[in-house]
């Protein structure tokens, strides 16, 4: 394996070596090379190239040997995210260390090996497909094609029909999906057919956290000045990004919504960075809601393999595994 391709040697290297390199990958993974990026955040930062394949941007994450996963606070908790617990703590009439409450839901300490990949920078929505109006599909359903009709009236910007049907409003009119039912075998076939992959659960940890050591990738505590989904009403600017949103020291966009959870590559249908929602739902906080977006939570085994298109979202990558 070429060692330029690794963390060290590559932030060493000159930029117009990096441009040369990059180019050389964009050729062999048939791509389009768009340049090189600084990608500069919460103390971690990386100058990489960004690639365009199929409508979809990725950029090239450099291998490391990392330690993963979390058993203790590295600089503590801030005093918000201690005065957030502990109103919990009493309100459940519990005594309990907050440290060691979180160490729970945290996968042990060990030392990965993570290789060289070409990693798709957004989510990917999973079982909903573009469709036209007049697909048969849709029209064999009267009562969906009503609900749209009552949609197009009302002042709504979309409309969902569950696992079924859903409809946007657009600055060109409307814009429809239908919902195919997938499980996890098949999108990997379907992944492999187009010569992607999935991370694995230790490879999404290294993107998402680049081997931070503390709870987050900014730091033990949740920065309560970002502005956080689910948290803050962002109607007054709807297409502003949400902080956790903005690309990483990686450029990826990456463990931003706890009700997205990622696919991962495993022996069955296994995910990370969210739990669809489960502890926002439940009334827990914006600390505990955003703590299965940490790079050490422990990755959610599934109790099946059908994949719900409402939560779970897949990121294709490619391993440079043979690249010399």
Not at 142 to 148: T, Y
């Given at each position: 394996m070429n060692k330029r391709l690794f963390r060290t040697q590559f932030n060493q290297m000159e930029n117009i070596e990096k441009q040369v390199l990059m180019e050389s990958l964009a050729a062999r993974y048939d791509m389009t090379f768009l340049g090189l990026h600084t990608?500069?955040?919460w103390g971690q930062s990386c100058t990489t190239g960004i690639f365009k394949k199929d409508g979809r941007e990725f950029v090239f994450v450099p291998g490391d040997t990392v330690t993963l996963g979390w058993e203790q606070f590295a600089v503590g908790l801030n005093q918000e995210s201690r005065e957030e617990l502990e109103y919990l703590f009493r309100e459940w009439e519990m005594e309990r260390d907050p440290e060691e409450m979180i160490r729970e839901s945290m996968a042990p300490v060990r030392q990965a090996a993570i290789g060289p990949m070409l990693v798709g920078r957004e989510l990917e929505e999973i079982n909903w497909e573009p469709v036209k109006m007049d697909d048969p599909r849709l029209t064999a359903h009267?009562?969906?094609?009503?609900?749209?009709r009552d949609f197009a009236w009302s002042d709504s910007s979309s409309l969902t029909l569950h696992q079924s049907a859903r409809?946007?409003?657009t600055e060109d009119g409307f814009q429809t999906w239908i919902y195919n039912r997938t499980d996890y075998d098949e999108l990997l076939a379907m992944l492999e057919n187009r010569g992607f992959s999935l991370p694995t659960a230790d490879e999404w940890a290294y993107l998402c956290g680049g081997g931070c050591r503390t709870l987050f990738p900014w730091g033990d505590g949740l920065d309560y000045s970002m502005r956080?989904?689910?948290f803050e009403n962002m109607d007054e600017d709807e297409n502003r990004p949400y902080d956790m949103e903005e690309p990483n020291f990686f450029g990826l966009s990456i463990a931003y919504d706890p009700y997205m959870r990622e696919v991962v590559q495993a022996d069955r249908l296994t995910t990370c960075g969210g739990d669809g929602g489960c502890n926002i739902c439940g009334g827990l906080g914006p600390f505990l809601?955003?703590?299965p977006c940490s790079p050490h939570c422990k990755p959610e085994?599934?109790?099946d393999n059908e994949l719900n298109g409402d939560y779970d979202f897949y990121r294709p990558i490619i391993r440079l595994e043979n690249y010399d």
């Open positions: 990608f500069d955040r009267p009562d969906w094609l009503k609900e749209f409809i946007e409003r956080l989904h689910w809601g955003f703590l085994v599934q109790e």
